[in-house]
């Protein structure tokens, strides 16, 4: 008897059998612990929603179904639902290394996010974010004017000519980007590249 039960019903034909499949070593994304038992939380809660994409020969190419592999692997499940590629294996690698990258570069509308999840009456925590991540930065100020930006000796002489270079982690680069531009904003202040 197949284990697919966890499998969303229209793409049950779809299921193999896990140790059917093999994770590419050129995976250029990893999983750490957190990132596994995330994945196993969703899957505990939902199932497998949507199918992996693989070679015709079962190998997983697409960065992040390593990570589902695992996480399955945990949940003791014996099936998965994939679908085969006949692509050549530098193009699944390639849309691997795209899809992933375009996901990353979408951000989150925090307030929009924010009430989603409470509409749905949950905690940031159960849909794998923190207080944290949903806080405003300015949602402790009165107004913009009392912001200390800690710049009291700064003059940058007129408006069109203020300079600034910020130093932010790479990983962090496109949410900083995006929480700074709408800090900004709220300033009545705009960020544009310097050239």
């Given at each position: 008897m197949t284990d697919d039960l966890h499998i969303e019903p229209d793409i049950r034909h779809l299921a193999v059998p896990i140790d059917s499949l093999k994770i590419d070593q050129h995976q250029s994304r990893t999983h750490g612990p957190d990132s596994?038992?995330?994945?196993r939380r969703s899957f505990e809660?939902?199932?497998?929603?949507?199918?992996?994409?693989?070679?015709?020969?079962?190998?997983?190419?697409?960065?992040?179904?390593?990570?589902?592999i695992m996480a399955a692997r945990e949940l003791g499940w014996t099936h998965l639902a994939v679908v085969k590629s006949d692509d050549a294996p530098e193009l699944l690698r390639e849309y691997a290394i795209r899809d992933n990258r375009s996901a990353e570069k979408a951000r989150w509308d925090i307030d929009a996010l924010a009430r989603e999840i409470g509409d749905l009456g949950l905690d940031a925590v159960d849909v794998g974010f923190t207080e944290e991540d949903l806080a405003d930065p300015m949602s402790d100020t009165e107004n913009a004017d009392d912001v200390d930006l800690g710049m009291e000796d700064f003059d940058p002489g007129p408006p069109e000519n203020a300079r600034f270079i910020i130093a932010v982690p790479v990983e962090n680069v496109d949410a900083f980007r995006a929480a700074f531009r709408d800090s900004l904003a709220r300033l009545g202040a705009v960020m544009r590249p310097i050239k």
């Open positions: 596994i038992a995330e994945i809660r939902h199932g497998q929603k949507v199918p992996l994409v693989v070679q015709r020969d079962g190998l997983v190419t697409k960065a992040g179904h390593g990570g589902r």
